[in-house]
């Protein structure tokens, strides 16, 4: 966890350097309340979940033709509930994609090629969890490749589907949802 906030701090430098004083304080004081909710995998809305969540980084130096690799993340430290095991079995597939020992044929620009990637824990609840995967990828072109991907598992039954989350219990009895009239 050490190298991977050495290396968020030096990402945080980097991105708030430009513009006015007030533009780097507010970028400075975002940055940091949304890696204070990273690492405490807080929920941004929602009540909370039952399970505790516990904080992961995994860091790569760069190496040549390999990867630069930065991914924070989170998984519960003691899956009781099935939408908590289903949880930590999507993690660990994300973690076993993360491009860690990847070698490419070629030589990139600058040397080497970028991963990072973090998680937002978007709602929680006992009965709902929703999570934002963000992913930024450098593979050697002229831009990196940034993209995110939503999960949302119910807790109880482990359902990972949103469209099956939703179609079996009616907007009306998911407290904290939007209802439809």
């Given at each position: 966890m050490l190298a991977d906030q050495r290396a968020w701090l030096k990402r945080r430098d980097e991105d708030c350097a430009q513009g006015s004083d007030s533009e780097?304080?507010?970028?400075?004081?975002?940055?940091?309340?949304?890696?204070?909710?990273?690492?405490?995998?807080?929920?941004?809305?929602?009540?909370?979940?039952?399970?505790?969540?516990?904080?992961?980084?995994?860091?790569?130096?760069?190496?040549?033709?390999?990867y630069q690799v930065d991914f924070t993340g989170f998984r519960f430290a003691d899956p009781k509930l099935p939408g908590e095991v289903v949880f930590n079995e999507v993690v660990d597939k994300l973690v076993a994609e993360a491009p860690v020992d990847e070698k490419v044929d070629f030589d990139p620009p600058g040397g080497y090629l970028d991963f990072q990637q973090s998680m937002t824990?978007?709602?929680?609840?006992?009965?709902?969890?929703?999570?934002?995967?963000?992913?930024?990828?450098?593979?050697?072109?002229?831009?990196?490749?940034?993209?995110?991907?939503?999960?949302?598992?119910?807790?109880?039954?482990?359902?990972?589907?949103?469209?099956?989350?939703?179609?079996?219990?009616?907007?009306?009895?998911?407290?904290?949802?939007?209802?439809?009239?």
């Open positions: 780097r304080v507010t970028c400075l004081a975002d940055m940091t309340q949304a890696r204070i909710g990273e690492l405490g995998a807080a929920a941004r809305s929602g009540p909370g979940l039952k399970g505790k969540l516990e904080p992961f980084a995994i860091v790569k130096e760069a190496v040549p033709r390999g824990l978007t709602y929680g609840s006992p009965d709902l969890m929703s999570v934002t995967v963000s992913i930024g990828r450098y593979d050697g072109g002229a831009h990196p490749n940034r993209y995110s991907a939503g999960y949302t598992v119910h807790m109880r039954d482990g359902v990972l589907d949103f469209g099956k989350v939703f179609r079996t219990r009616p907007w009306r009895s998911c407290p904290g949802c939007v209802s439809r009239t």
